[in-house]
């Protein structure tokens, strides 16, 4: 499971690389700022996908919840992105989210990740 949100946190950094790279080469945006916000955004949210991914192969409870939100973004911009005529792109992001909230309500992982401040994990 962390292996899956870790997966998406390196192909949601790889976009932010493509996305300041275009902004550098001088693509047209219609607010400059407004496009270095949004490759902040990118950058902060890959950041919290590698932190809850770490934290999930730690076996700590608050990860469920983390990668749920994570995969429920996922899942609203993949449905539209593969019915507006791009069904690989869309494909390659609601496979690993639809297997990852399969995962997140398996009791193996919910017995593993159920480890607060200063326990041990379960398994």
Known sequence: MAV???AEAT???AAAAWYGYQLA??????????A???????LAFSAWLYAVALFL?????????AALVA???????GFP????????AGLAMLIPAVTAVVLLFQNKLITFASRTGGSTPAL
């Open 4 to 6: 899956i949100v870790a």
């Open 25 to 34: 080469a001088g693509s047209p945006v219609l607010s400059f700022w407004g």
């Open 36 to 42: 270095v916000f949004t490759l902040g955004l990118l």
């Open 81 to 88: 992105t593969m019915s507006a005529g791009l069904p690989v």
């Open 57 to 65: 192969y730690r076996g700590y409870r608050w990860t469920r919840a």
């Open 71 to 77: 995969q429920l973004f996922v899942l609203t911009i």
């Open 11 to 13: 192909a949601l950094l």
